[in-house]
């Protein structure tokens, strides 16, 4: 009978646990989340010490999930003031623009309920709107657009990969980028503004755009983020894997493998020779400092994020995961963190793979990862806040 009823609670804990968690995302879920915990809190007739203790333990580890999982801006409206603006002149119809809907991107917008091919198709009548085969080369269907009489711009709906293969044909092309979030998590299209397709219609009938910096790895492009070690591991492995248990489950099975059996890369980092476990380089200053990098506040600041995580430290993986839990990760010494503007790297091992915005490549074994002054045009809303 006692086991019976110590065995409820554990869902105060719980429950203190998602309203503590929520409070920090959304204030009203949490008064929902709060108000549902209380409700069930009426059951009991006294609130005991060892009530009070779940209920301070679930709302300690609803604030600690923030050190691992910060809390990004809502609102484009918090960054937008950062921007680099251009006015493209406006497209009304749509006349000009050119856009590849890939097939094969996750499913993450949050738009319309019409597929996007259809609302752009309706909202851009004179736009040129293709859907790209489940076999087709989308790079290849970029250039055939990118290089047609009239072009005002190039445009993909898909996911962050897409992006940036669209990217690197409009740079070639000298031609702006339209993008549409559709993709399963959008970080350029979040950090943009660019949150829905209804936004994307938006800014390219206003003609409202970003300048926004590329940063480049081993001469390819990259717009978020690029890394090498085992950052790259853990993508190639859930790569081969999520064809049979699907994304997320094998993206958890790649994480336990790459954690318990990732290799050290051996190079030289601008000269100075080091043992990393994992190098990632962000295009422009990421938020927070940590190894949970979320948001940008400008895509224009010229600069280079260097993050490592030193393998010549002894337990650096068990050390790194508990420096990140308890909040001192800035003071640990398995991680550094600054900015430049070239990092060059020359491997010790051979040639490295390499990734650039999720995406995995053969690397050489001597590179550079750098800034070249070139930006891109990118369509992006521009809220009234900026006097527009």
């Known amino acids: 009978m006692a086991a019976a009823a110590a065995r409820p609670l554990g869902r105060p804990a719980a429950g203190a646990a998602a309203v503590a968690g929520s409070a920090q995302e959304h204030v009203g879920l949490a008064v929902v989340l709060g108000g549902a915990t209380v409700a069930w809190l009426v059951r009991y007739r006294h609130l005991d010490r060892d009530l009070a203790v779940r209920l301070v333990a679930g709302a300690g580890i609803g604030v600690v999930t923030r050190l691992v999982w910060p ?18 002149g406006r497209a009304e119809d749509g006349a000009g623009i050119a856009i590849v809907i890939n097939p094969g991107a996750g499913s993450g917008a949050i738009g319309p309920a019409a597929p996007p091919a259809e609302a752009l198709r309706a909202a851009l009548p004179a736009a040129e709107i293709v859907e790209l085969a489940p076999d087709g080369d989308l790079v290849a269907e970029l250039v055939a657009l990118a290089g047609a009489d009239g072009r005002r711009a190039i445009g993909v709906a898909g996911g962050d990969g897409s992006i940036n293969a669209a990217a690197g044909v409009a740079l070639d092309h000298r031609v702006p980028l339209v993008v549409v979030p559709a993709g399963t998590l959008n970080h350029l299209a979040r950090d943009l503004g660019v949150v829905t397709v209804d936004d994307t219609i938006d800014a390219v009938r206003a003609g409202h755009a970003a300048e926004i910096d590329v940063g480049w790895i081993a001469g390819r492009p990259f717009l978020n983020t690029a890394s090498f070690g085992s950052y790259v591991e ?19 099975v790649a994480l336990v493998r790459v954690l318990r059996h990732g290799q050290a890369i051996d190079v030289h980092l601008d000269g100075e020779r080091r043992s990393l476990w994992l ?71 051979g ?18 990862v750098t800034k070249n002054g070139a930006r891109l045009a990118v369509y992006t809303p521009r809220p009234q806040a900026t006097g527009t």
Do not use: I
Request: some cysteine.
């Open 279 to 349: 190098v990632f380089v962000g295009n422009c200053r990421y938020l927070p400092e940590g190894m949970a990098p979320t948001w940008r506040e400008r895509l224009d600041d010229g600069q280079l994020d260097v993050r490592v995580v030193d393998a010549s430290q002894p337990f650096c993986r068990t050390r790194l995961v508990l420096a990140a839990l308890t909040g001192t990760l800035r003071r640990s010494r398995v991680f550094e963190t600054w900015q430049t503007t070239t990092l060059h790297v020359r491997s010790c091992d």
């Open 351 to 368: 040639p490295l793979r390499l990734a650039r915005d999720g995406e995995t490549f053969a690397g050489a074994d001597d590179f550079e």
């Open 234 to 252: 853990l993508v190639d492995a859930r790569e081969e894997l999520e064809g049979s248990v699907g994304k997320w489950p094998a993206l958890a």
């Open 71 to 88: 809390v990004a801006p809502k609102s484009p409206a918090e960054v937008s003031p950062h921007r680099a603006y251009t006015d493209l």
